[in-house]
């Protein structure tokens, strides 16, 4: 059956006692036993609940996983992950990366003795020096968050496996209506679900899908143990916003790519981050690996003094700090998703103080690109009158 048909459907066939379209909430968190050394499957909800359950066989088979588990937030299910290593161990990372990702490797996983060396993870070369016999996993973002920088997962996950690496793959941005890395080799895949797997800017979650028996039992035993789980009531919230999220993908892609091309033309704007984009260093690859593009991308301004009045001037456009969802959000990576990320780091990268992350919504494209022209407008027109006084 094709994606679309299998998300419209999540949960609607599985209620077998009411038939409902549907699948209910369960709110409890003990479930009577039959008797002595029996169960109906279900015991206590931190370990499994009928609802969650759902939404875990649904993103596992989504993803082309053996198993799936809902987490009470991306990090909660980035931290769980991070539980499969050891003091002593170290990890290969995304060089560009969501900022709390790093915040939880460097200000945490540090602390219990797991290190990472930052690589640019479609750099054979670089991987391959900063391999040591400490490594255990490559963690990748493709795209990556705010860059938008690409990685060959099927080159780069075969790379792993040869070394004995679990290949970590965050797919938040493409979710696996456009790419799925286990496909491509991956291990295991995680999501921010809070983003466009929810799609409304209103269910906070996090989802891990393994692949293999061995991970698939070690990270139901770290799922349970630690107990960072989604609830009945947002599992099926998110359940609820993925059904629908094949339209939803393809208009965030096609309102992102008629902007980014609209800026990309903009005199008063530098650059242009987007996959989509015939420029972009990662497009064929993205083309080659994925089925679309995310409806996120980053431009850079020439005149950093613009930044603060565009952020206040933008009406339809929220000036807000998430992504995925249905409503157009702009964040400003280097005080706000980054600022954890030590200055020199993100300017290496690229994600200085001219650096702008759109996240483009569902709404009329046309009232998007009017709300962006008139905020530079007007912002434009400020800078010049203080120039002038
Ligand atoms: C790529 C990526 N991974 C993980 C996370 C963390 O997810 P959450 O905010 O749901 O904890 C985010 C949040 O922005 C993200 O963008």
Known sequence: MKIESRLAQIGSISEPVTGAVSFPIYQATAFRHPKLGQSTGFDYSRTKNPTRSVLE????ELE????????????????????????????????????????????????????????????????????????KAVVIETPTNPLMMITDLELICNWAKKKGLVSIVDNTLLTPFLQ??????????????????????????GLIVTKGKELSEQMAFLHNSIGAVLNPQDS??????????????????FNATKIAEHLLEHPL???????????????????????????????KM?????????LRHIKLIAFAESLGG?????????????????????????VDDRLLRFSVGIEHVDDLIADLNAAFEAAHAELQEGGAR
């Open 326 to 350: 249905v409503e157009s959000l702009m964040t400003y990576p280097a005080v706000q998703t980054h600022a954890d990320i030590p200055v020199e780091i993100r300017e290496k990268v690229g």
């Open 64 to 135: 082309s996983g053996d198993a799936g588990f809902a987490c009470s937030s991306g990090m909660a299910a980035l931290q769980t992950i991070f539980a499969l290593f050891s003091q002593g161990d170290h990890l290969l990372v995304s060089l560009d990366l969501y900022g709390g990702t790093y915040r939880l490797i460097e200000k945490i996983m540090s602390r219990f003795g797991v290190t990472a060396t930052y690589v640019d993870t479609n750099d054979l070369d670089a991987l391959e020096a900063n391999c040591t016999a400490a490594t």
């Open 57 to 60: 066989q649904a993103i596992a």
């Open 236 to 253: 099926w919230l998110l359940m609820r916003g993925m059904k629908t999220l094949a339209i939803r993908m393809e208009r965030h892609e």
């Open 302 to 310: 020439k005149d950093a003094r613009m930044i603060e009045p565009i």
């Open 269 to 299: 704007v530098d650059s242009v981050y987007y996959p989509a984009l015939k420029s972009h260093p990662g497009h064929d690859i993205q083309n080659k690996q994925s089925s679309g593009n995310t409806g996120i991308f980053s431009f």
């Open 180 to 205: 799925r890395p286990i496909e491509l080799g991956a291990d295991i895949v995680v999501h921010s679900a809070t983003k466009y797997l929810g799609g409304h800017n209103d269910v906070l979650a």
